[in-house]
């Protein structure tokens, strides 16, 4: 596709359920990364994947975030029993390295706003 | 700690008119980008602007440049002759060139622009 796309845009759930998110990454892009923006904060870090392999996963504030990307192009990021605290713009990413430039730019998706009632 | 601040949580200008919206880090790597990125309402983070922090010329992209100092640890973004378009939150942020390439970002400034 032309550029990173994600969905749902908009989700609402009530605490304690799962919500899954996707992004789908550029064409080709090795590098898929996931960022969480709370109302009125920049963007923080939350996992980086190159390929398939998740290479980082610092960021994820708990054991009840999880993120795959198993075939190295679609990624999910899902939340399992969600909280209030986890409303949040959830932004995905992606970049491919290119040769002899050294600019690791990446580029985003519109987001997906998650809201825990 | 690496960290990017933005002190200056909004900031407005006339059409036609010039802002400079400021930005410092904080890292002891010595390789390393910086870039402005734009997000309007709709919230796609738009890339305004980069720079390689071993290119000691400034980077502009039209109406836009940077003022990159180094040793000061700053990075300020120049907006000429303002468009209504340029409102939007305007974010700092900055990459290391070796690891995951993960961004760090400032809080972002809220650019208002006046008809």
């Known amino acids: 596709g032309a550029g990173v796309s994600q969905s749902p845009r908009y989700k609402v759930a009530k605490r304690g359920q799962d919500v899954a998110l996707r992004c789908d990454p550029i064409s080709g892009h090795v590098s898929l990364f996931w960022y969480q923006q709370a109302l009125g904060q920049g963007p923080e870090f939350l996992t980086y994947f190159q390929n398939e392999a998740q290479l980082d996963k610092s960021g994820l504030p708990s054991d009840r975030f999880f993120a795959e990307r198993p075939e190295g192009s679609v990624s999910t990021l899902k939340i399992q029993r969600t909280q209030q605290e986890d409303s949040a713009v959830y932004l995905c990413a992606s970049s491919l390295p290119r040769q002899g430039t050294n600019s690791y730019e990446q580029y985003f998706g519109p987001g997906t706003r998650l809201t825990v009632t | 700690a690496q960290t990017v601040t933005q002190s200056q949580p909004e900031m407005s200008v006339q059409e036609a008119e010039t802002v400079t919206l400021s930005c410092t880090y904080d890292?002891?790597?010595?390789?390393?980008?910086l870039f402005w990125y734009k997000q309007p309402p709709s919230r796609q983070m738009i890339l305004v602007i980069r720079?390689?922090?071993?290119?000691?010329q400034n980077a502009t992209e039209n109406r836009f440049s940077v003022n990159f100092q180094k040793a000061a640890k700053s990075f300020s973004l120049k907006i000429s002759d303002s468009q209504l378009g340029d409102a939007a939150m305007y974010f700092c942020a900055y990459n290391i060139a070796s690891g995951t390439y993960k961004y760090i970002f400032g809080t972002g400034t809220r650019l208002k622009v006046l008809a």
């Open positions: 890292t002891s790597e010595s390789d390393y980008y």
């Open positions: 720079q390689e922090a071993y290119k000691q």
